[in-house]
């Protein structure tokens, strides 16, 4: 599957910004999807994950309360919709995805086969 991130940009902090991830393959429907980012000489951690069927979620503590993961399965694409944001979320916004049949979600990178190109998302103070 490819990947394909979108709708970063410079938001000032407090503001809001939608991201997108848009998947090529027949089988995104089965695909457990994440987000992870990666801040100028920090290592890549993790955001949020959505389950194939969107029923369950997780988020990073950083990301709780703030930012939502959701998925329309109809148009191949995950969304991270990131709200209140902080000089901290500063980061390359990457999406994965798992090979399909998994029954379950992970927050460790090792766990996704697939990465997008990343989006850079940057809030100034």
């Known amino acids: 599957v490819q990947l394909q991130a979108s709708g970063g940009g410079l938001v000032q902090a407090g503001g809001s910004l939608r991201l997108s991830c848009a998947a090529s393959?027949?089988?995104?429907?089965?695909?457990?999807m994440g987000w992870f980012r990666q801040a100028p000489g920090k290592e890549r951690e993790f955001v949020a994950t959505i389950s194939w069927s969107a029923g369950s979620t997780y988020y990073a503590d950083s990301a709780k309360g703030r930012f939502t993961i959701s998925r329309d399965n109809a148009k191949n694409t995950v969304y991270l919709q990131m709200s209140s944001l902080k000089p901290e979320d500063t980061a390359v916004y990457y999406c994965?995805?798992?090979?399909?049949?998994?029954?379950?979600?992970?927050?460790?990178?090792?766990?996704?086969?697939?990465w997008g190109q990343g989006t850079q998302v940057t809030v100034s103070s």
């Open positions: 393959g027949r089988t995104f429907s089965n695909y457990v």
């Open positions: 994965a995805a798992r090979d399909p049949g998994s029954k379950y979600v992970s927050p460790e990178r090792t766990f996704y086969r697939y």
